[in-house]
């Protein structure tokens, strides 16, 4: 039995293609970064306004590497509380992983042409599918130990923050069409502000609940 | 005994390997998708009008998504039940992530020239050589659980599957040189109907074959 | 109790999603490097003048492979000291995974204007904070090690390498402002210099305690 | 004592670090493959011709995936031999990943020049600096085994591969300088020359030795 839980190797696998998809598409990112190119003995001027003007590229970079991350880092949680591999995590675990692939082409386009309307819709439109799928898979990964008195308070937390994620980023979706231009991308606050609204009244109806053991996160 | 069972490192470093190689062509996938960089300020029926340009693209993504999904389901299933390393598992498998890191090339092929003759059987011919490939390997790889009465009926099963990408995918190949142009990569559908077939074929052999232990999937 | 420091699965994957970014960090690096293409029957003169141009595309290439993996090197060392996971581990890991993941540009941009002072100095600027968040991580992760009697001599040493990266990559970011251009990558030359001189510290003090068990670096 | 041998965690690390590296350089070789875009309505002809004038791609891409998968290979067969992770190890190995990071851009610089004198010497030159990094580390991985009576005949017959793997590349560099223009990438038939020439020396010294557990592979 001890055995079945340490070594349930369909299960590890899963989590280890989904590692590697995370990871490969969290390193993509740099790739829409373009690397400027000057004349040998440019002045020191021109390479700054050369770097002035990727600042929307580095926006992108930052923003989507924090959006995988935030993903990735649910997924870890989520999955931390997975005993075993169910045939159900498959498919969304896949549509989840489709969604992060296309990452860096979103974030390419959301840099290529920073708030503008079209690009930014579409953005948030990519975060908040995946934010979806991202919450239906943490609750199967964590249906088992809801229902276990010592790890249910540990699951809620993690529901709770996937639920935040998908707020927030339906949030910014709105708000992209809500915002002026000029920081149409801001909507992206919304995040924080969902998943920590969230994680405190996970938290707090924990923390009134009795003693419970706390599970390795 | 069970140590060997749980620890063998061959296999396990071949099975990651593999998990490598598909998470990277599945990532890379993403790269072949240009991204529209429009003037700013451009009006929003500018940006429809770019992202319409680019649906053979999203169509080719989705597509290949599914099919090296679909392969590392199979390989996933497949030496879930291989409880040895075998040195005949390695050419097979080489030659398979060979096939399978082509997928991005053959993809950006398709998507670039969609429903053409040539691009559309290119995909189809490499899509069935891999499947071709895929089936050997997972032979293989489940031939001891095949003589095992407790796992027989998964390892046909896994099998069955592995034949049906196949025949779906040579069906496919077919369909391209019959089917008029711009429908010509519809032939994708032939792979779920063969597969689902195949599998209830195996499946109701084994609903009446006397009760035995469901592997771990 | 064996059991957890054996499976401790969130520091696994923790590392494992580690691995893999450097890994791919390090194989991106490549992409930067332009493939000549000459007209068939070019004499062979003309080849190697094309090659001749890329000599600093090599030259970054080497050094930025050079710098992930000494990352790695010191990430591997602190982490086989960590026997356990800690929540606080994850966000400093995170900013280190995305400044190595920043490497391909920060390498692409040096190498296409190689001691020019602004991309030198962006270089050896992202070269300085990933040391910074290396080390504390590092610092982190030998928390537990540090405390013990038989491990604090190695946690010493690893810690003592991290403020040694950091101290070179300060240095030849300090150096790129004063160097002569033609030199001016040259700073680099400060990171052996100070971890060298810095292990050698925390070794002779090492060698100056009671005898204790080394640990399996 | 067993468990060591089943955690050792800097090994594995060492190895799966490893395994990525290889798996992301071996996947990345697709990228310097064009994809032909012709326009609308080409007749078949034109397509096949464009496929045409990508035979040289097609065959790098095979040369430096067998090429990759063979030092894939020889590095699986001499770490499932090495029981124990040595600082020793650490710097060849990543030299060898350097070589190994650097397969992309040198397999484009031969596609696109193919046959030419300099980039198939270049190609060569490097596979051979390749090989005798690898042999080193193979070496070194295998000490332990080839001084147990019950292993040596194994870490023979993969050192003996290894020393084929240099011997074939070597002489295909020579051959790329003596070889008619037309042929000259074929000097790479003498890799599996040498290889099995030697991995039959060492099987015949097997056969007679005494009889002896072999290892798993």
Redesign the interface.
């Known amino acids: 039995m001890?055995?079945d839980q340490?070594?349930?190797?369909?299960l590890e696998?899963?989590?280890?293609?989904s590692?590697?998809?995370?990871?490969?598409?969290?390193?993509?990112?740099?790739?829409?970064?373009e690397?400027?190119?000057?004349p040998?003995?440019?002045p020191?001027e021109e390479?700054?306004h050369e770097?002035g003007g990727l600042i929307p590229s580095f926006v992108g970079?930052?923003m989507s590497?924090a959006v995988i991350?935030a993903f990735?880092?649910t997924h870890?949680q989520a999955f931390?509380l997975a005993s075993r591999?169910s045939?159900r995590m498959?498919p969304w675990n896949?549509f989840l992983?489709?969604m992060i692939?296309?990452m860096?082409?979103v974030t390419?386009?959301l840099s290529?042409?920073l708030n503008?309307?079209?690009?930014t819709a579409?953005y948030f439109g990519a975060f908040t599918v995946t934010a979806l799928l991202n919450a239906r898979l943490a609750f199967i990964a964590t249906e088992i130990a809801a229902a276990d008195p010592d790890q249910a308070a540990a699951a809620r937390l993690i529901r709770m923050r996937c639920i935040g994620l998908a707020a927030g980023a339906a949030t910014a979706l709105a708000a992209s069409f809500l915002l002026p231009e000029n920081i149409r991308f801001m909507g992206l606050l919304a995040v924080p502000f969902w998943t920590r609204l969230l994680a405190r009244g996970a938290r707090s109806a924990r923390a009134s609940a009795p003693a419970e053991e706390r599970p390795?996160?």
């Not at 340490?6 to 369909?10: E, L, Q, V």
């Not at 696998?13 to 293609?17: S, Y």
């Open positions: 001890s055995k340490s070594t349930d190797h369909p696998r899963l989590v280890f293609f590692d590697a998809v995370f990871a490969i598409a969290i390193t993509l990112l740099v790739i829409e970064i690397v400027p190119d000057l040998k003995g440019a020191v390479f700054l770097l970079f930052l590497f991350a990735w880092v870890h931390a591999f045939l498959l896949l992983l489709g692939a296309l860096p082409w390419g386009f290529s042409n503008q309307l079209v690009p579409v390795a996160e």
